[in-house]
């Protein structure tokens, strides 16, 4: 007998309305403390590298974090694969959190940055378990109604992340930014340890080490590109070259390990997978010009409008507003149609308008017309967001949902990270000539206003005389507009990518209930729910019908030892090439009927 169909037959969980709940109390926790850790330092960092005396390192505060947090996503999703989610999601927790009041402690600015990459560590896990569980308790076909309260919620932090941290810097003390994850970490870790009704379960599999080695080398390098180049050093310095050498090389060595080894932090096979592979580069073309775009737009809203680091902050409410309104709707309604591809479609042409529209900013631009472009691009990011998760874990088998929703998360942030890099370097390329033009027609010269971009800040910029401040404040806006255009073609890819993806049957059976380890509860439908005769299924693949299972699982049981009717059973295949059915494991969704 199969290890899965002695999974069914105990059936330890059952999963009831008021079960799910409080495990997505306890995720939503969990990805708030995440997703404002990424924002909250920005408004903060002045000050924190001023009392550390850290200036000329300050860019490590959001460097190392990124950087740890990349680099773990694929292994929290692979370990959770393995061994169960419960237990090392516990242990991410438990890690930010420490993290966090470890960065509060902080005496001197490099035992900042060691927390900093400490929390981090957990950071990364915290996202890619908290998606991962929700497939494991939730069907895709009801998982948009979750997914789009997770979107809001990213939002909702992204946002309240910097107007937090210039709260706490102005009015408390800027460790609060870190201590105030501790209290709000300790809930969530109570939540999850008594309410978080999850499997575990041994492996027999080798862990993937020469995988690990290569893919975080390859990470750690081009994190470091994106970050340092054109900042700390000359794009064509030896250390950058050096740098992007060393990542290619590590990559190479990387995917070639993957094709050798039995067991891969990232399966090749999956790349087989035509919805997979679509959705993972839509997602790395929305991190790319979704996170390149609005990096440097509340700088120019700070800039044209004056107002101080906090109020910056509230100043993207309505990007937030739009993501929050589309994300949850369109959850709402994909969970109640049982389609998908429309969104992502509208999402990535009206967030490419939206960018569009944003060439035509001038110094002159009423803030009002500002919210309705970032509304905007916030309206059609929320259709895109989420719905990809969805769609790519409703594409893969249960077996691997960790493993698929880490490595689309892992490279979104690998196009943020280059994103980033690349509109940075574009950008203040043409701030630098666009200043030195504007001084050069300032009264007396450039050495009237005496700025340059090095020390161009909204507090310089304000402090100079009227005219001298209007030409840089124009300055700033020719830079940035035209910039815009250069992320369009990213969102005009990522449109015509998603023409081409397949419109699944959404699955209705939830990952935990489909790999046989637990059942539903009476309030939601009984154990009988996802309980099928799988007699019929088999005979039709047989005939060379469409089988009821398919996508690339793992670890196929043997011929005789198949799943028998009447029982809550799955079906896997053997590396992900070749289903039992004969079916091509690139083409079939692996779902219960």
Same mark, same amino acid.
């Given at each position: ?425 574009? @950008?203040?390329?043409?701030? =630098? ?8 027609? !300032? $009264? %007396?010269?450039? *050495? +009237? /206003? ?87 299924? @088999?005979?039709?693949?047989? =005939? ?8 690339? !699982? $793992? %670890?196929?049981? *043997? +011929? /005789? ?33």
């Amino acid at each position: 007998m199969s290890s899965a169909t002695q999974t069914a037959e105990k059936a330890p969980i059952v999963l009831n309305k008021k079960t799910i709940a409080l495990i997505f109390s306890a995720l939503m926790a969990a990805m708030f403390l995440a997703t404002l850790d990424q924002t909250i330092v920005s408004t903060a960092m002045p000050t924190i590298v001023g009392e550390l005396d850290g200036v000329e390192h300050q860019a490590w505060l959001v460097t190392i974090y990124l950087l740890a947090m990349t680099i773990v996503m694929p292994l929290y999703g692979k370990f959770g694969d393995m061994w169960g989610r419960k237990v090392i999601f516990l242990v991410a927790i438990a890690i930010f959190v420490v993290g966090s009041f470890g960065s509060g402690m902080a005496q001197t600015f490099w035992e900042l940055i060691a927390w900093r990459g400490f929390q981090g560590l957990g950071g990364g896990g915290l996202m890619i378990l908290s998606q991962a569980i929700i497939a494991d308790i939730i069907p895709a076909s009801e998982r948009g109604k979750y997914m789009g309260p997770l979107g809001g919620l990213f939002a909702i932090s992204s946002v309240l992340g910097p107007v937090l941290g210039g709260f706490f810097t102005q009015h408390m003390d800027w460790r609060w930014c870190f201590w105030i994850n501790v209290p709000i970490g300790i809930i969530a870790f109570a939540i999850a340890l008594f309410a978080l009704k999850l499997p575990s379960h041994k492996s027999d599999k080798k862990v993937d080490v020469l995988g690990i080695i290569f893919m975080v080398a390859a990470t750690s390098q081009l994190i470091l590109v994106t970050s340092w180049g054109g900042h700390d050093y000359d794009w064509n310095s030896p250390t950058i070259i050096g740098l992007i050498i060393g990542t290619v090389v590590s990559a190479l060595i990387f995917v070639y390990v993957e094709t050798k080894v039995s067991n891969p932090i990232i399966p090749i096979f999956l790349f087989k997978n035509k919805t997979f592979v679509l959705s993972t580069v839509i997602g790395l073309l929305l991190g790319l010009g979704m996170f390149s775009a609005m990096a440097f737009l509340p700088t120019f809203m700070q800039m044209a409008s004056g107002t101080d680091v906090t109020g910056s902050g509230l100043l993207m409410l309505p990007m937030m507003a739009g993501v929050m309104l589309t994300s949850i709707v369109s959850g709402f309604i994909v969970s109640k149609t049982g389609k998908y591809k429309v969104y992502p479609l509208f999402g990535t042409l009206i967030a490419g308008l939206a960018l569009a529209w944003m060439t035509t900013l001038t110094a002159d631009t009423s803030m009002v017309l500002i919210g309705c472009m970032i509304f905007t691009m916030g309206f059609g990011l929320g259709l895109v967001m989420q719905i990809i998760v969805l769609v790519i874990q409703n594409s893969v088998a249960p077996e691997l949902v960790g493993t698929a929703t880490s490595t689309n998360n892992y490279f979104r942030e690998i196009g943020a990270s280059v994103g980033t890099a690349l509109f940075g370097s574009i @950008f203040t390329s043409r701030l =630098a000539d666009k200043v030195g033009e504007a001084m050069s027609q !300032a $009264p %007396g010269g450039a *050495a +009237a /206003g005496g700025a340059s971009t090095d020390s161009l800040t909204p507090e310089s910029v304000a402090s100079l005389p009227g005219p001298i401040h209007d030409l840089v404040v124009n300055a700033y806006a020719d830079a940035l507009a035209p910039s815009f255009w250069y992320m369009v073609p990213v969102f005009v890819v990522a449109f015509v990518l998603a023409w081409f993806l397949p419109q699944l049957k959404l699955s209705d059976v939830a990952g935990m209930v489909a790999r046989g380890e637990a059942v539903y509860g009476e309030d939601m439908g009984g154990p009988t729910r996802g309980v099928v005769d799988v007699s019929d299924d @088999f005979a039709a693949a047989s =005939a060379g019908g469409d089988s009821a299972f398919g996508d690339s !699982a $793992p %670890g196929a049981s *043997a +011929a /005789g030892d198949g799943p028998s009717p009447q029982r809550l059973s799955t079906v896997t295949i053997e590396d992900g090439t070749a289903s039992r059915s004969g079916t091509d494991p690139s083409k079939e969704q692996y779902r219960l009927k």
